[in-house]
């Protein structure tokens, strides 16, 4: 799976968004070590706190396959920014604790910009389980 093809998922992956208070569609994609792509979408509640980012939803569905942290070798989020989107401060803390530290974290927009990182560059000095001993 080439990035090109892993970018137009996450972008696909905004059609599952259920964002009727933003409107503001994100789609998002990991890849597995053995090549398998799980897909989350925002799915927004009433109860705005309750909602949900697209790219927690995709990382929590990986998991809920049985993936783990290590497993994990490329994560794309997509929305229709003018930049490559920038992951709330939420999905950086979960993608910390849930995502290798130097996978790549590539992020797009609709106007075929995209930005490749990591979630140390993203979160550094991160706040981790290590703390809590
Ligand atoms: N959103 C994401 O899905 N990911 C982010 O990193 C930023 C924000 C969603 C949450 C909400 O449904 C909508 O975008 C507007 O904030």
Redesign the pocket.
Known sequence: MNKNDLIRKAIDARSL?Y?P??H???G?VVLTKDGKVFAG????NSSYPL???????AIYNAYMHGYKKEDLVCLV?A?DTDEP????G??RQVISELYPEDAPIILTNLKGQDKETTIKELLPYAFTGEDLK
């Open positions: 968004s964002s208070y933003s503001f569609a994100v998002s979408a925002n799915i927004e909602g949900m980012c697209g790219e927690r939803n989020i929305a989107v920038s992951p709330c939420a999905c």
